[in-house]
């Protein structure tokens, strides 16, 4: 079992940033790639970064070039980096870790608002 905890989120201004956290602890081991998804009210979740255990990322085409995922493997930690925030950016985000199984957070909320 893998257990995932995020942290960071809150009120921010359009063209703020926050930096999200995600606490990974149990089988991290059994993990193959870690990353963030989001869910705005009313719509699906949506995938939005990952990282794998050999540091490669990927983003979704909506946060390229504002969103910066990384790592602090001593730390069991993930972050994301979100830069140049916008409206339509606010949502819940939750943290999600992919293995045997496929594992999440409880989600943490970011509103992005003037």
């Known amino acids: 079992q893998v257990q995932l905890v995020e942290s960071g989120g809150g009120l921010v201004q359009p063209g703020g940033s926050l930096r999200l956290s995600c606490a990974a602890s149990g089988n991290i081991f059994s993990l193959r790639a870690m990353g963030w998804y989001r869910q705005a009210p009313g719509k699906q979740r949506e995938w939005v970064a990952t990282?794998?255990?050999?540091?490669?990322?990927n983003y979704a085409d909506s946060v390229k070039g504002r969103f910066t995922i990384d790592r602090d493997s001593a730390k069991n930690t993930v972050y994301l980096q979100m830069n140049s925030l916008r409206p339509e950016d606010t949502a819940v985000y939750y943290c999600?870790?992919?293995?045997?199984?496929?594992?999440w957070g409880q989600g943490t909320q970011v509103t992005v608002s003037s």
């Open positions: 990282i794998t255990t050999v540091g490669l990322t």
């Open positions: 999600n870790g992919v293995g045997a199984k496929t594992y």
